[in-house]
Nanobody, 127 residues
Framework: QVQLGESGGGLVQAGGSLRLSCVAS????????TAWFRQAPGEERECVAV????????YYADSVKDRFTISRDNAKNTLYLQMNSLKPEDTAVYYC????????????????????WGQGTQVTVSS
């Protein structure tokens, strides 16, 4: 089993920045966090960004492209999401998600493909 824990959320004004972190623990040789999702009240959970285990390939939702950057530090078993130029519509609970090492080179945006989830961290952007 792998456990994921996010941190770094908070309240920020529009135009500001936040960096989210997700630390993996447990059987990290078999699975890792590779994606960030978010869910606003009354909305479906949506994929924000995905990265391969090597960090060589990434995917971004159109709504966050050129503002958010996903990265990872495998030595620290940590996934990051740098969020710049934040907008009120970015307000949501942000979750990191992980899956088996078998899929290390896949950039899935489907939440059903992920077996491991963090508890979520609230990001609130005021106008």
């Amino acid at each position: 089993q792998v456990q994921l824990g996010e941190s770094g959320g908070g309240l920020v004004q529009a135009g500001g920045s936040l960096r989210l972190s997700c630390v993996a623990s447990g059987r990290t040789f078999s699975a890792q966090a590779t994606a960030w999702f978010r869910q606003a009240p009354g909305e479906e959970r949506e994929c924000v960004a995905v990265i391969t285990w090597s960090g060589g390939s990434t995917y971004y939702a159109d709504s966050v492209k050129d503002r958010f950057t996903i990265s990872r530090d495998n030595a620290k078993n940590t996934l990051y999401l740098q969020m710049n130029s934040l907008k009120p519509e970015d307000t949501a609970v942000y979750y990191c998600a992980g899956r088996s090492r078998i899929y290390s080179n896949y950039l899935s945006q489907n939440k059903n493909d992920y077996s491991y989830w963090g508890q979520g961290t609230q990001v609130t952007v005021s106008s």
